[in-house]
Each structure stands twice: as structure tokens, then as C-alpha cells.
């Protein structure tokens, strides 16, 4: 298996922008995860998807963030408007969704907005 | 409230110098324990996990239920440890992840 693949690697954009990152999961997995990394507030879980379904997204910073999960193989978290203070690195991770089971991280987005 | 607790930030020795990055958690029950490691800008991956007992790249780490903790342990470190180690319990009836703040560890030459 490919491992869990995120796209873009890297964005600059500037603020006001959309932006929009994708996520595939590994096959099988049925649980997702949206991480965001940075310096201040070291891995903050966003939002997490079971079954394609949003289970909690008490992380999500504000309205504008959203995530979405249309089928099992394919995540979106889209902001919009961005601004500056969203910078950061946006890891996506799955899981088989069983308790004791490991997550699997992609290689995460690296995020500019200028 | 669930809370992990990795104390500190930064731990720096010298190469063949044993190592300790604590970890605390509070929770009632019994928690899954993981070790996630995340070396220079890449993604984080699995260390190790409590239920497993095992031994990875010469880490270990051990639940202590009575004081609540899951140290990791490496009784001689190498400069590619070098890296920053999270913490990471799971409470839930899923596989959802509580993180720590994470703790870069130096070995320096």
C-alpha cells in the first residue's frame, strides 16, 4: 500500500485566498483524521471522519475551515478565507477505527499564506 | 479532563548517553499508550505501542498504571535519534489519538 497520500506537498498563496488540501486514505482504513502542526501549538487534532462520517469537530478553528469526506477514499479540509495565522503543516492520518489500533500519517501539506 | 503530559520541551546528550522522554497521562481506565516519532520535516510514524512490549530501534517504554506513565527509554543513544517524540494515549472506543506536546531530543556527537 501506498501509505496515506496528501496533495499539494507544499502551497504559498496569498490571504483571502481558497485553499483547498486533499487527502487519500490507506484502502480499508474507515477512520480519518486532519492534524494541524506548528511551532506555538505543537499537533492539534482538527477533525476526524468514521465512516466518512464526522464524528467531532471541536478543533476546527473557525468557520473558515471545512472538512469533507464524500466516499471512503478521498478527504478535502478547505479554508477559505485564508489568512497568515493558518500557516502551518496539515497532516491527515487513518486508521482501521479499532480502539489500540495505530494511526497512519501522510507526508502532511506545508502551508504559506502570505 | 483526559490530559497527556509530556514535561519537557527539549532534552539534549551525548552520543552513548541513556535517554528518558517521560510521558504522564490522566485518565480512568485502561489506555492504549503509543510513541509516535517524527524525524526532520517528515511525517510522523509510529514508534511503538505499550501492547506490543516490544523493542524498536532500542526503544522501550513501559506502562507504569500506579503512576500513570509511559517513558520512553534508550539505554544508549545514537545521533539519528535525533528527532521529536509525541506522546499519544487512546481513550476512546475508536482509535482516535489524544497527542502530547512532543519533545525534540539532541543527540549531539
Known amino acids: 500500500d501506498a501509505g496515506v497520500i496528501q496533495s499539494p506537498r507544499h502551497e504559498v498563496t496569498e490571504m483571502g485566498q481558497e485553499v483547498t488540501l486533499r487527502c487519500k486514505p490507506i484502502s480499508g482504513h474507515n477512520s480519518l483524521f486532519w492534524y494541524r502542526q506548528t511551532m506555538m501549538r505543537g499537533l492539534e487534532l482538527l477533525i476526524y471522519?468514521?465512516?466518512?462520517?464526522?464524528?467531532?469537530d471541536s478543533g476546527m478553528p473557525e468557520d473558515r475551515f471545512s472538512a469533507k469526506m464524500p466516499n471512503a477514499s478521498f478527504s478535502t479540509l478547505k479554508i477559505q478565507p485564508s489568512e497568515p495565522r493558518d500557516s502551518a503543516v496539515y497532516f491527515c492520518?487513518?486508521?482501521?477505527?479499532?480502539?489500540?489500533?495505530?494511526?497512519?500519517f501522510g507526508d502532511g501539506t506545508r502551508l504559506s499564506i502570505l | 479532563a483526559q490530559r497527556v503530559t509530556q514535561p519537557e520541551k527539549l532534552l539534549s546528550v551525548f552520543k552513548g548517553a541513556p535517554v528518558e522522554l517521560k510521558c504522564n497521562y490522566s485518565?480512568?481506565?485502561?489506555?492504549?499508550l503509543f510513541w509516535y516519532v517524527q524525524y526532520s520535516r517528515q511525517r510522523l510514524q509510529l514508534l511503538l505501542r505499550h501492547i506490543s512490549r516490544e523493542s524498536i530501534k532500542g526503544f522501550t517504554a513501559d506502562l507504569n498504571k500506579g503512576e500513570t506513565s509511559f517513558h520512553l527509554k534508550k539505554p544508549f543513544a545514537q545521533e539519528e535519534d535525533s528527532a521529536m517524540y509525541y506522546c499519544a494515549p487512546n481513550t476512546g472506543a475508536n482509535s482516535k489519538l489524544t497527542f502530547g506536546k512532543g519533545i525534540t531530543l539532541s543527540v549531539r556527537p
Open positions: 492520518a487513518s486508521s482501521t477505527g479499532t480502539r489500540g489500533q495505530p494511526q497512519h
Open positions: 471522519f468514521n465512516n466518512n462520517v464526522p464524528i467531532d
Open positions: 485518565y480512568s481506565g485502561s489506555p492504549e
